[in-house]
């Protein structure tokens, strides 16, 4: 993930500096951000013809408390439409945010994280699941009093991203930090039973080791219904530096298959779409769209004045995606080679639709969630959780 901000823990830092993915290999392709990625043209077409346009509207900002003298600064967001509430993973309070969308307020923050909280996602059992780095992901009760109810381990330093399947009930929590016995980075996913034991606990069903990828290397895991696996964005391995895709049967646990990524992309967020895609979130350009059986280039969206995406989502209720372009590969000394803002791409077209510009208080954001139709937007800036409103219907 990016953050800008100097004001943050060290181990915060740490975790910026990782999940922003500042390696060699980044740092080596910092000007890709710059350029149209190769092989797809810069602004591909979609696949089933002209998209509708729309604009956005900041409509509201909600306060979010922080430290006398500290921003807002933020990991994930999570944003669920059935219940209309949304979740922040809150690092300047090391607390779970929990927001009302349809009063735009704070209506309460679940501290017991050490070092997080990181990935955040609501299952439909009634729970919250946010990752630590404490060793384990924190199980939350969804509905008020809002308040941790069970501690899973997941076997390494960190649990961070999060997803879930709701056909088997499974939740997939990614350690990228994850070593064997004898100290070999060997990052995992660890498969959880979702359905609480008769005394509230959780078991956990096993790790599946991603074969050749290096320390912090492994990102965000979803439910792909089209091919009932989960699919896991892979940063880098020994053998594919432009990253890959993931895909983990949670019945099995097992490594299924692994789609090497054609561009320089370094994924880090991944959202799953309607039609076998699945946009990833590009460290080192704008985002790319992919088959999800096959691994194919299906769009690219560079010349945009966008890049260094992390945390992408997809909206059901209006059939968009939206990336979490920062503008930069990392923090500072990292340049801002663009200002920052949300791309918004039709998923049922595949075509770029518009960016939402962000300004000054969305430098080093890294987060977006958005629920209904018209779609509310929601983006952590250093004041506060932004809320951008479609203009209509899609």
């Known amino acids: 993930m990016i953050d800008t901000h100097p004001l943050r823990t060290a181990t915060a830092d740490a975790r ?11 740092l080596a392709g910092i000007a890709a951000l710059a350029l149209p990625l190769s092989g797809v043209p810069a602004s591909a077409a979609g696949r089933h013809g002209p ?9 509201s900002v909600i306060s979010i408390p922080t430290p006398p003298g500290e921003p807002l600064f933020a990991d994930i967001m999570f944003g669920d439409q059935r219940t209309q509430r949304v979740y922040l993973s809150d690092l300047a309070n090391s607390s779970l945010d929990v927001l009302d969308a349809k009063t735009m307020s704070l209506i309460a923050q679940v501290p017991g994280f050490s070092g997080g909280p ?6 439909d059992l009634n729970q919250v699941w946010a990752g630590d780095g404490s060793g384990s992901v924190k199980v939350i009760s969804a509905t008020a009093p809002y308040r941790i ?7 390494a330093p960190t649990a961070d991203e999060i997803g879930y399947d709701p056909v088997d009930q499974i939740i997939a929590v990614s350690s990228p930090d994850a070593t064997s016995a004898p100290g070999a980075p060997t990052p995992w996913v660890t498969l959880i039973d979702a359905r609480p034991a008769a005394d509230g606990s959780h078991r956990v069903l096993g790790h599946v080791v991603i074969p050749g990828a290096g320390p912090d290397s492994i990102e965000q895991p979803q439910w792909d219904p089209g091919t009932r696996t989960f699919v896991e964005s892979i940063r880098a391995t020994h053998d594919l530096p432009g990253g890959a895709v993931a895909r983990i049967d949670p019945l099995e646990v097992r490594l299924e298959a692994l789609l ?5 992309c370094q994924p880090g967020g991944l959202a799953v779409g309607p039609q076998n895609q699945l946009l990833l979130g590009c460290n080192n350009g704008a985002p790319v769209l992919i088959d999800s059986v096959t691994g194919r280039i299906l769009a690219t969206y560079s010349g945009h004045d966008a890049g260094g995406a992390d945390e992408v989502w997809y909206n059901s209720a209006d059939n968009r995606f939206y990336a979490a372009e920062a503008g930069a590969a990392g923090p500072p ?3 801002q080679l663009f200002p920052p803002s949300v791309m918004v791409i039709d998923a049922k077209t595949d075509d770029f639709v518009t960016t939402i510009p962000l300004g000054s208080t969305g430098l080093g954001f890294h987060q977006v969630a958005a629920i209904g139709d018209p779609a509310q937007v929601f983006v952590p800036e ?8 479609a203009d209509k219907k899609h």
Do not use: C, K, W
């Not at 109810?149 to 076997?155: A, E, L």
């Open 260 to 264: 090497p990524i054609d561009e320089q």
């Open 118 to 123: 990181a990935g955040v996602f609501a299952d």
């Open 51 to 59: 998209s509708e346009g729309s604009s956005y509207t900041q409509t």
């Open 149 to 155: 109810i069970d501690s899973v381990p997941v076997g």
């Open 333 to 335: 000394p990292l340049p």
């Open 16 to 26: 910026h500096l990782r999940r922003a993915g500042v390696t060699t290999g980044v």
């Open 382 to 389: 250093s004041d506060g959780v932004h809320v951008y409103t």
